[in-house]
């Protein structure tokens, strides 16, 4: 069997981060801004994207899911023209792919452990 770079999921992992971002740009933007010593009265102006955020969320974990779909899924090892993957590449992906998640779940439930550090 022929050993072939295995199926990215780079793209799936950007997006969910992009996506997460999004969905906590209204919390983690400000706070970010004011202990980097930057203030004004247009930083409320980003509580406006909080609407957004079901919505964010939601592809946030589209994206996650379509990335573990592609590392964990049936055709995750090997091919249908029996080409297979490394076994250390794959499993080096997933490992990002775990650290992804736990960042982007920190992201993604930062408005409702925010109160904590207020």
Known sequence: MASLPAKSSLP??????????????????????????????????????????????????????????SLYGPASRCRTDGACIDPRVLRRRR????????VIALLLLFPYYVAWFL
């Open 12 to 69: 799936a992992i950007v997006a969910a981060s992009l996506a997460a971002i999004g969905a906590s740009v209204c919390c983690v933007v400000p706070l970010v801004l004011v202990l980097l010593g930057i203030s004004g009265a247009w930083i409320a102006n980003l509580t406006a994207l909080d609407a957004w955020r079901p919505w964010f969320s939601l592809a946030t974990l589209v994206c996650l899911g379509w990335a573990f779909w």
């Open 95 to 102: 490992r990002w792919l775990w650290i992804a998640t736990v």
